[in-house]
């Protein structure tokens, strides 16, 4: 399977400007694939998604579900596709539903009653933890970065 998901991001706010402008320049994505379950089913979340995305570049909304049949379909074969969730769990669901991604950036995850913060714009809880430890026992490469010019630190360090 050659799929053109040149980069996958976890961000709790999906596509805002700097995703959207400086993410997608830096890794050529021509193609953004949003899976988020309740983004999909939300026709005022999916507008303010549609809205976000840099002219040129082409999006798509998915459930979980309809995501990885949709990237299984070949969504992602015809265009450089930037893969995009809010929450680790979705990249969790898509690697058991038989989606191969490799690297995945954590970009934020924000303030939520309980989670501590790690870093600037990464705030996690024990259920993120445990979801990051899935990942890792898949090994799946997890790193910290919030745009193209910071530093890229590996998440497992950042947690321990």
Do not use: C
């Not at 805002?16 to 379950?37: L, P, S, Y």
């Not at 870093?119 to 979801?131: Q, T, Y």
């Amino acid at each position: 399977m050659n799929m053109a998901i040149v980069f996958t991001r976890v961000d709790g706010r999906l596509i805002h400007g700097q995703v959207a402008v400086t993410w997608t320049r830096n890794v050529g994505a021509e193609k953004i694939i949003v899976i988020d379950d309740e983004t999909a089913g939300d026709e005022t979340q999916r507008m303010l998604v549609e809205l976000a995305v840099p002219v040129g570049v082409t999006v798509e909304i998915y459930n979980v579900e309809d995501g990885a049949t949709a990237i299984k379909e070949g969504a992602a074969d015809e265009q450089k596709t930037m893969l995009i969730t809010k929450k680790p769990d979705t990249i969790l669901s898509l690697l058991n539903l038989g989606i191969t991604i490799d690297p995945i950036n954590i970009g934020g995850m924000y303030h939520e009653s309980g989670k501590t913060k790690i870093e600037k714009a990464l705030f996690v809880d024990d259920h993120d933890r445990d979801i990051f430890k899935q990942l890792q026992e898949k090994d799946a490469t997890l790193f910290y970065q919030m745009a193209p010019m910071n530093k890229k630190q590996d998440l497992f360090s950042l947690l321990s």
